[in-house]
């Protein structure tokens, strides 16, 4: 199974009843599985969803053998289109689950963040941009293909022999100047900015938030399978 989307969630200042909050989080993970259900071309998968309370702090993930990805990238015509497609669906499916999770709440800006990253979809990308820039090899690539998706890579032939295929074949592109910046996964980043402070005065502590007394976990172990829940008591 590969970790095809990641995305973390923080709303600061922002808590419910238990009862209230088990109710939030187990809406918020239905609305989400019935949006990669309909918004994404992947014919199964597995979700799970860790809600925190406190400041909410949320973690989705969506997993999916290589043989699901392997026809959900065929829909498409050419290997690295069906990637590119399948990685925007999974995407938006992490930028949907960040805006219903603050939607019952009137949180300033300052006070949300999310981070959505498309994991092994990513980091596949990402390889296809070095063999496009002349910076690796097919060969290269295939080799962190494996280091990826470990043995499933070889349990999965035919998406393997695709992936390797459209490798070869990728053209080289003329390296154009970029002011982003990629993390080791592919994401794009911010360039970051340096920020000069006066000598002796120390940044200002930001407030912890108030420490976290349980977290809902709910997952889908499959697309048709039921879903699972449970409450952690994590207070310490």
Sequence with gaps: MANICETNIYIGGQTLPRSDFENYST????????FVATATNLADFSLSLDVEEGSIKAS???VATLGVLYFGIG???S???????IHSQVVAA??????RAKLPFST????FKIRNNGQALSQLRYLFRKVEQGK?????????SKIIFGDELDEA????????????????????ESFEFEDADGELLEIPVKVKREKGKPAPQQPLPPPDQYRVEIWRESRKSKRNYRVVDIKS
């Design 75 to 77: 829909q498409y015509g």
């Design 157 to 176: 032939p035919e998406f393997k022999k695709a992936l390797q295929k459209s490798l070869k074949e990728t053209k080289l592109q003329p390296e154009q």
């Design 60 to 62: 989705g993930k969506i």
């Design 136 to 144: 690796m090899s097919a060969e290269e690539a295939m080799i962190q």
């Design 108 to 111: 300033p800006k300052s006070q």
């Design 94 to 99: 992490g930028n949907f689950l960040g805006n």
């Design 27 to 34: 809406t918020l993970f239905d609305e989400w599985y019935e």
């Design 79 to 85: 290997f690295i289109s069906g990637l590119q497609t």
